[in-house]
């Protein structure tokens, strides 16, 4: 196979039969419920699949070694006019969101042995996401920015507790008041986009700062409170983060973040640091506890493993579209 494959041209080769077996079954049998944008055909007398694209794929880790997997599909059609007086036909293009589920068996790196890229989640191209905003489909569109930012966040999660629960609150938020209806499709829509565009702009920031995954964790541990940054210069916060990572790898244990002595210890090392460099009295309580709660996190990345396989078995089934799996 060829090497430095994304993910996305995986799917679309692997599944494409089954991807389009998929959405053809699902027109066929609701094809008058379809949002289509036709001009000539007045009435729908069969409508044929010609091609489907895969437009991104957002993947989830499940437990029991499984993945998920959704898939953004753009699919084109053939339509031909019920009136057999008038020999027209047209071609329409629609969008339609496919889940799967795999499970992985080995412990070889799928990806890796495949020669593929790992799957990236963050699919926030500026080209992107302008075509989700004018999509006609304004649910699917809806659906797609949320699995994009829910793996985004969960990405984010395993590495940066703080930035993390900030966008899930601010997505829960939005997605209340959309079902609500307080905000409308293309409120929500604007609004998911432009949080899209922060998670970036976050990204780019944190490329500027010049520190590790980890650093900028304890760094956003220790700004948690924004009046930090007025408090202290930037240069001993990133001193603060850099000695935090440290000093707790080298003081973490299997078993610390359930050891009560272990923990009192870890509590002791970040106290000894703060106070070494002047952190804000007022604000340490808050961030002693920021950073406790990283560092647990940390000590889960050190020994956690992620495990992939060179070889997926397929659960029984099929591709789901998302209005099939909201009739479940």
């Known amino acids: ?88 036909s047209e071609n329409c293009r629609q969008w339609f969101m496919l889940e799967r589920s795999i499970i992985s068996e080995d412990v070889i790196d799928m990806f890796d042995a495949m020669g593929i890229k790992r799957p990236e989640i963050s699919i926030l191209s500026e080209e992107f996401l302008k075509e989700v905003q004018g999509m006609k489909q304004k649910n699917l569109a809806v659906e797609m920015l949320k699995k994009l930012l829910e793996g985004n966040i969960k990405t984010m999660e395993k590495r940066n507790l703080v930035k993390s629960e900030k966008f899930s609150e601010r997505l829960t938020k939005a997605l209340n008041k959309y079902r609500n209806q307080a905000l409308t499709n293309a409120e929500v829509i604007e609004e998911l986009i432009r949080m899209a565009h922060d998670i970036k702009k976050m990204r780019e920031e944190e490329a500027e700062l010049g520190l590790s995954d980890d650093e900028i964790a304890f760094y956003d541990a220790l700004t948690a409170d924004d009046i930090v940054k007025e408090l202290m210069e930037d240069e001993t916060l990133k001193r603060i983060a850099h000695e935090l990572t440290l000093a707790i790898r080298n003081n973490i244990t299997i078993d610390w973040s359930v050891r009560k002595s272990a923990r009192a210890s870890m509590r002791r090392v970040i106290k000894r640091l703060l106070s070494k460099y002047d952190y804000p009295p007022d604000q340490a309580l808050k961030a002693m506890n920021i950073v406790m709660r990283q560092a647990e996190k940390m000590a889960g990345n050190v020994y956690e493993e992620v495990i992939w396989s060179d070889r997926v078995a397929e659960e029984p089934g099929k591709f789901t579209t998302v209005d099939e799996r909201n009739e479940e």
Do not use: W
Not at 3 to 24: D, P
């Open 1 to 88: 196979m060829a090497g430095n494959r994304s993910f996305k041209e995986y799917v679309a080769e692997r599944f494409y039969n089954k991807m389009f077996a998929a959405i053809q079954d699902f027109t066929e049998e609701n094809y008058d419920c379809l949002d289509l944008r036709l001009y000539r055909v007045q009435n729908i007398g069969g409508i044929e699949l010609s091609d489907i694209e895969v437009k991104f794929v957002s993947v989830n880790d499940l437990p029991d070694m499984k993945i998920e997997f959704d898939v953004a599909v753009e699919a084109e059609f053939e339509v031909r006019e019920s009136n057999h007086r008038y020999d027209e």
